[in-house]
C-alpha cells in the first residue's frame, strides 16, 4: 500500500516557506530582544570567572589524565 504525502495538496503561504519580508524580519528581531532579560554586569563578571576556573580545572583533569595514559600505556602495549 503505496503512501500518499498530504504536504504537496496543501497551499503554502510565502512567510511559511520561508520567504519573509526583510524590514519584518528586523522588526520582529528588535521586539523579541526588548523581551530578553539581560544580565548584570556583576553577574557577568562572576559566570566569566566560573567559566575560566573551571576551562582550567578541566584542563588539569585531561592532562592529568593524559600524563598517567602516556606513562601506563608502554607497560600495556608491551604485556
Known sequence: ???????????????????????????????????SVWPSREEVSRLTMIVMVMAVIASFFLGGLDQIFQLTSPFILLN
Do not use: D
Not at 516557506?17 to 523579541?32: C, D, H, K, M, Y
Open 1 to 35: 500500500m503505496a503512501r500518499v504525502s498530504t504536504r504537496a495538496s496543501r497551499p503554502i503561504s510565502p512567510g511559511i516557506a520561508g520567504r519573509v519580508n526583510p524590514i519584518e524580519f528586523l522588526q520582529e528581531t528588535i521586539s523579541e530582544l526588548r523581551k
